[in-house]
């Protein structure tokens, strides 16, 4: 089984930043996918941004150059650094971790609270 944890989450104003945290333990195979994911009321919950490592990286196109996501293999963390926010970044933020292709056994965090607002 694998365990994550998110931290960082928060009320911001719109244009401010925040970095949100998650930190994956337990049987954790070498190859795999990190990723945040976001939901907001009444909506699926979307990816946001995914990396596998080695400089890789997938972005949703609402975020691609406001928003930076940076993984430490070695620790098992990833990390979204989310600049320039808006209203509609609101929402909960699940960390998730997929691995073991072609089954892609996937993960995810509890949630934190992501609130863009006035």
């Known amino acids: 089984q694998v365990q994550l944890v998110e931290s960082g989450g928060g009320l911001v104003q719109p244009g401010g930043s925040l970095r949100l945290s998650c930190t994956a333990s337990?049987?954790?195979?070498?190859?795999?996918?990190m990723g945040w994911y976001r939901q907001a009321p009444g909506e699926q919950r979307r990816l946001v941004a995914a990396t596998a490592g080695g400089g890789s990286a997938n972005y949703a196109g609402s975020v691609r150059g406001r928003f930076t996501i940076s993984r430490d293999s070695a620790k098992n963390t990833v990390d979204l650094q989310m600049n320039s926010l808006k209203a509609e970044d609101t929402g909960v933020y699940y960390c998730?971790?997929?691995?073991?292709?072609?089954?892609?056994?996937?993960?995810w965090g509890q949630g934190t609270q992501v609130t863009v607002s006035s």
């Open positions: 998730n971790l997929k691995q073991r292709p072609p089954f892609w056994d996937s993960y």
């Open positions: 337990g049987s954790i195979f070498s190859t795999n996918v």
